[in-house]
T-cell receptor
Framework: SAVISQKPSRDICQRGTSLTIQCQVDSQVTMMFWYRQQPGQSLTLIATANQGSEATYESGFVIDKFPISRPNLTFSTLTVSNMSPEDSSIYLC?????????FGPGTRLTVL | DAKTTQPTSMDCAEGRAANLPCNHSTISGNEYVYWYRQIHSQGPQYIIHGLKNNETNEMASLIITEDRKSSTLILPHATLRDTAVYYCIVRDRDDKIIFGKGTRLHILP
């Protein structure tokens, strides 16, 4: 199984600021996924990040709000920009090397 | 949108088999049925997947109806640690995972 780590594990931020979340994988993967889980809700896919190309965003998510970088096959970042309290969520990165899809431990973000 | 329908919640007595149903009436021929669970404050965990045959692994069994429009995840001897939200997902092998609301399973002592 793959090992996925995320930094930070949690943070408390002021509205209007931005936070960059890092995702590191212990193996090379083509696609990485970023999800959001709002309190008490299911996971919602934000975007799919392929190395060497622009991320593909799901309906309701835009690059200006959630810019994503994918500099190599083991690393990705998600930035939550100009944060508001509605952005308070757990953000998870995920990979799907073969059959299974693996998820990181998540970053718990609270926006005041 | 999620392509599956699951009950919102279920209870099961500890030590009994937990049977979690899922409807996926619009599943296409190349889509697999996947099950994940999410224990509180953790990332989702893969359980099992199948195409049309029944599958079994160390965690669970997956029973898929012949018409593939529904399936059942079976946890043979539920323990308190199986309390979680269980997600039934249909996807093409190389496709992204879209989560529905899942079933909140409570294992009762």
């Amino acid at each position: 199984s793959a090992v996925i780590s995320q930094k930070p594990s949690r943070d408390i931020c002021q509205r209007g600021t931005s936070l960059t979340i890092q995702c590191q994988v212990d193996s090379q993967v083509t696609m990485m996924f970023w999800y959001r889980q709002q309190p008490g809700q299911s996971l919602t896919l934000i975007a799919t990040a392929n190395q060497g190309s622009e991320a593909t965003y799901e309906s309701g998510f835009v690059i200006d709000k959630f810019p994503i970088s994918r500099p190599n096959l083991t690393f990705s970042t998600l930035t939550v920009s100009n944060m508001s309290p509605e952005d308070s969520s757990i953000y998870l990165c995920s990979i799907s090397p073969v059959w299974e899809q693996f998820f990181g431990p998540g970053t718990r973000l609270t926006v005041l | 949108d999620a392509k599956t329908t699951q009950p919102t919640s279920m209870d099961c007595a500890e030590g009994r088999a937990a049977n979690l149903p899922c409807n996926h009436s619009t599943i296409s021929g190349n889509e697999y049925v996947y099950w994940y669970r999410q224990i509180h404050s953790q990332g989702p965990q893969y359980i099992i997947h199948g195409l049309k045959n029944n599958e079994t692994n160390e965690m669970a069994s997956l029973i898929i109806t012949e018409d593939r429009k529904s399936s059942t995840l079976i946890l043979p001897h539920a323990t308190l640690r199986d309390t979680a939200v269980y997600y039934c997902i249909v996807r093409d092998r190389d496709d992204k995972i879209i989560f529905g609301k899942g079933t909140r399973l409570h294992i009762l002592p």
